[in-house]
């Protein structure tokens, strides 16, 4: 006889995996809401943290922290789930998990944020998370310039920001090319 199959053991396994993959979904679409309303408001509100598009400011900074607290639950949940697999010995799900785009792109969902972060405290702007800041400035707020000036450091971080999301927009065409070749 073959060895014995412990048939609850293997419920609870799939049940897991089954509730693990309708997070990671779910996860998944708020994330790509997000990018899109985040997206829209750099593009189009008129982001001016001091001016007339201080409401755009707080949706933008508001949404971005909600964005990275989202990837990092996913990849909290990425590294349960790993585990779980090679816990079960079970090497070949693992394979289409760590991919290099997949990397790039929560790697850009971390950076993104953070480089937010340095730019508006640069500006003198706490980031706000629904109109409470929820971020202090990333260092003494006195050192804040008073006044929205265009130092050489917020040009210079204004473009990491943009050049991030820039990375993250051909990571984003990149992931939407290889699901459409895998579905066909």
């Known amino acids: 006889m073959g060895p014995a199959v412990n048939l609850h053991q293997i419920y609870r396994d799939s049940a897991f995996e089954m509730q693990t993959y ?16 985040v997206s829209l408001t750099a593009l189009f509100g008129g982001i001016d943290p001091h001016g007339s598009g201080n409401a755009a400011f707080l949706w933008h900074s508001s949404l971005g922290i909600v964005l990275y607290l989202l990837t990092m639950a996913r990849a909290l949940l990425w590294v349960v789930y790993r585990q779980a697999l090679r816990s079960q010995g079970d090497a070949g799900a693992l394979g289409h998990i760590p991919t290099p785009l997949r990397l790039a792109f929560y790697g850009l969902l971390i950076a993104l944020p953070a480089s937010g972060w340095f730019l508006a405290s640069e500006q003198g702007m706490n980031s706000p998370l629904l109109g ?24 210079m971080l204004h473009g ?15 992931h939407l090319v290889y699901g459409v070749r895998q579905w066909r």
Request: hydrophobic share 55%; net charge negative.
């Open 160 to 174: 990491v920001h943009t050049g991030l999301a820039a990375a993250l927009f051909l990571v984003i065409v990149g």
């Open 22 to 37: 309708q997070l990671s979904r779910l996860l998944h679409w708020l994330s790509v809401g997000l990018v899109l309303v």
């Open 132 to 155: 409470m800041p929820a971020l202090p400035q990333w260092y003494h707020e006195g050192a804040a310039p008073a006044a929205h000036t265009d130092t050489s450091t917020i040009v």
